[in-house]
């Protein structure tokens, strides 16, 4: 059923995409937040980055929260996680479940 726009609020199209890696990165953000790690090692690949640059030139905002860790010297570093905004888990509803 579709849903009535709200006067001066523009509806965004939903996300479209055939590429395999993107969609098995659209479901795990559909999940909950990921680390760039998390993101390399579902996708099947390292280059995540831009992937997400990709996804994010086509409409996706994709944020990237920094949170404050360590590294493995001990060192504070500053860790990104990847998650959706309501209007990108609205906009990929449709990719869900359609894993390659």
């Known amino acids: 059923m579709d849903q009535p726009s709200l006067p001066g609020i523009p509806t965004l199209p939903p996300f479209a995409t055939a590429n395999p890696r993107e969609i ?14 998390e993101l390399d090692r579902i996708a099947g690949a390292s280059n995540v980055p831009d992937a ?3 996804l994010r030139l086509r409409g996706l905002d994709i944020p990237c929260d920094r949170l404050p860790t360590t590294d493995k010297d001990g060192e504070p570093v500053q860790r990104g996680r990847y998650r959706f905004t309501d209007a990108d888990r609205e906009r990929t509803a449709a990719i869900w479940g359609r894993l390659p």
């Not at 098995?24 to 790690?37: F, K, P």
């Open 52 to 54: 997400i640059k990709a």
């Open 24 to 37: 098995r990165i659209i479901c795990a953000l559909a999940s909950g937040a990921c680390s760039r790690e």
